[in-house]
């Protein structure tokens, strides 16, 4: 298949791009390369991708409606992966603006090029995050996600309804991952993981968050974009049985899903925060500090409606996974 990837250069995007070029597919990889992070880290990540023959860079801005528009009328692709946005639930708090360019006016040309070039499948990226202060756990597809406690939260919960909104009027297959802590290596930098071992390794103290009382669905990233490559190869149809005010509201009478990708094994930051010190072989100076604005204390996913699709669940355990990163930045950064 001929695949456009958004958000090549980072860390899903790179990964979920290499299983594609393995099994043989045709990748057209855009980003924008922004200075959210150390754009180094995109381009080293890009670098590993550019070599390979079924791959092709394009340096684009999603929020761009023409470039988007000329982009899909002169590729066509099959199907897409939309994984490029403004991340970060607090950085949301400082910059709003952007998450509204990246994550709602780029949604919305993703949607419309689809729309227009006859796309087969559309899947993209949303978050655990659109679960709010919810304390049902696990989090489930089934649960109503209307109150966000985030900007970016609200923009990923935007984004499930704009590709449901597609998918009833112009029939186009939708599918939303709602992604659980991604982890591992190549991972970005503003996140407690890549946060943590630098300090660890550098002697330096850590700041932990809601004095440590907090519980994360960590999922290692090669089961995320295992989990992405098989929901892209079975598109949705529609449910005409399906009766929105009475059912799930993962599902619809559209060609439109919703699942959660997480590792269903819940972890206390202290003990996550241990697995690091185990493998960087070093104990973290720790600051305790209140809750963060926008941060919620607990998540975990029930993932039982995607191993029902695609027969697949994350399991990669935390020991493993964090490793696995340690080992990675030591080589990366010469430490």
């Given at each position: 298949?001929?695949?456009l ?23 057209i ?7 959210y ?44 992966v939309?994984?490029?946005?403004q ?20 949604f919305?040309?993703?949607?419309e ?5 006859a ?20 989090f ?18 935007s ?9 009833h ?45 907090m ?23 529609s ?53 963060q ?11 039982s ?31």
């Amino acid at each position: 298949m001929k695949i456009l990837l958004t958000g090549a250069a980072g860390f899903i995007g790179s990964h979920v791009a290499k299983l594609l070029l393995d099994r043989g597919d045709e990748v057209i990889g855009l980003d924008n390369l922004n200075d959210y992070y150390d754009p180094q880290l995109k381009k080293d990540r890009l670098a590993q991708l550019s070599s390979r023959p079924l791959f092709r860079f394009v340096h684009l801005d999603l929020a761009s409606r023409e470039d988007m528009a000329a982009l899909f009328q002169q590729e066509r692709f099959d199907r897409v992966v939309h994984l490029a946005a403004q991340a970060g639930v607090r950085h949301s708090l400082i910059d709003p603006h952007a998450y509204i360019d990246s994550n709602i006016v780029g949604f919305m040309n993703i949607l419309e090029g689809c729309r227009h070039s006859a796309v087969e499948h559309l899947v993209y990226a949303s978050s655990s995050s659109v679960y709010g202060n919810s304390t049902v756990l696990p989090f489930a597809e089934q649960q109503r996600v209307d109150h966000p406690i985030s900007l970016y939260a609200a923009t990923k919960k935007s984004n499930e309804l704009m590709a449901h909104t597609y998918s009833h009027l112009f029939r186009l297959p939708t599918t939303g991952l709602r992604f659980f802590t991604v982890y591992g290596p190549w991972g970005r930098p503003d996140m407690a993981l890549f946060l943590f071992t630098k300090a660890i390794l550098a002697g330096e103290p850590i700041k932990v968050f809601n004095r440590g009382n907090m519980l994360r669905d960590f999922t290692y990233i090669d089961d995320i974009a295992t989990g992405v490559i098989l929901t892209l190869d079975r598109a949705p149809t529609s449910q005409p049985d399906h009766v929105a005010a009475e059912g799930d509201p993962s599902l619809s009478d559209a060609p439109y899903r919703l699942f959660n990708i997480g590792n269903t094994q819940p972890v206390k930051l202290m003990d996550f925060i241990e697995a690091i010190e185990r493998s960087a072989g070093r104990s973290a100076v720790k600051e305790y500090h209140d809750m963060q604005p926008g941060d919620v204390p607990a998540t975990c996913a029930d993932v039982s409606a995607l191993e029902r699709w695609v027969n697949f669940r994350p399991d990669t355990s935390i020991d493993v996974g964090v490793a696995r990163f340690v080992a990675w930045y030591r080589q990366y950064y010469g430490v």
